[in-house]
């Protein structure tokens, strides 16, 4: 059973991260506006991620901390009680599974807390690398979404353009025309959006052969959001120039692309793209 440990405000923007105890392990769900006219709640779906995602600060402990799925119950528990210490009420808010953990390794559960939690001013959104040892989940996600008529954007963990690099750096992903194929059938079938998210990194894969390959990788009607690298210690790497970027950008959207730019909020309380906050005694 889940149950509220603390919350933490971030100093740098709006972002508000709320610790729960699992069972004797630390969970976190965070609270995003990002002056969008819509609250968002991005919540986990398992305890750790034992993806191997180089680039992802949880990577560095595996086999530290116990992965385990989030029962349904234990997710909807921790969105409605941030709604209500929000009294967030009437407002539309968006439910983001992108938080601890890779969706499609824990579905049924995933699945049954959208139902759960459901309500009119409510949307959701889940964001997958669709790993090779789950990928046939992902036809039951689509089947369970038309079925119960969710309104989820399904966003693919994408990152790269070649799967030799993918492999290295994303070493449990499927390969990219299959997952490129399995995101369209997912909007074909449910009518719902779909986005590519790509974590931009200097000299890794933002060149122009890796742009050119998303250009032509990605249709137009599908977008491309850009991530903002959440830097690490363990990783000699460093985030894309942004006026590099910039550049880029304009390119893409000249060509028809639908391209935005994410910088991740919380940075500064573990709430950033795969962060996660370990020294929680040395947070006041």
């Avoid at 740098?12 to 819509?38: C, H, P, R, W």
């Amino acid at each position: 059973m889940i149950k509220f440990n603390k919350k933490i405000a971030s100093i740098e923007d709006a972002t508000i991260k709320y610790i729960f105890d699992l069972n004797g392990q630390m969970v976190e769900f965070s609270y995003i506006d990002n002056g969008t006219d819509k609250d968002i709640i991005c919540v986990p779906c398992q305890t750790m991620c034992n993806m191997k995602c180089t680039f992802c600060h949880l990577t560095d402990h595996i086999g530290q901390i116990p992965t385990k799925d989030m029962d349904y119950k234990d997710i909807a528990e921790g969105v409605e009680y941030i709604i209500g210490d929000l009294s967030l009420g009437d407002r539309t808010i968006l439910i983001s599974y992108m938080g601890c953990g890779e969706p499609l390794a824990n579905m049924s559960n995933v699945i049954d807390s959208m139902i759960m939690v459901e309500r009119p001013n409510m949307r959701f959104g889940l964001a997958t690398m669709l790993p090779k040892k789950h990928y046939e989940e992902f036809f039951t996600l689509i089947k369970r979404v038309k079925s119960n008529k969710l309104s989820l954007k399904v966003h693919l963990s994408m990152h790269f353009v070649d799967d030799e690099q993918r492999k290295e750096w994303m070493p449990s992903a499927l390969d990219l025309e299959s997952s490129m194929n399995m995101l369209k059938l997912y909007r074909s079938l449910t009518g719902n959006p779909i986005e590519v998210h790509y974590t931009i990194m200097k000299d890794v894969n933002d060149t122009r052969y890796h742009l050119d390959n998303l250009n032509r990788m990605v249709d137009n009607q599908t977008t491309i959001k850009f991530m903002m690298f959440s830097e690490k210690e363990s990783l000699d790497v460093v985030k894309s120039d942004e006026a590099k970027l910039e550049k880029e950008i304009k390119w893409l959207k000249s060509d028809g692309k639908i391209v935005e730019y994410y910088k991740p909020p919380g940075n500064d309380i573990g709430s950033s793209c795969g962060q996660f906050l370990f020294e929680l005694d040395k947070i006041k």
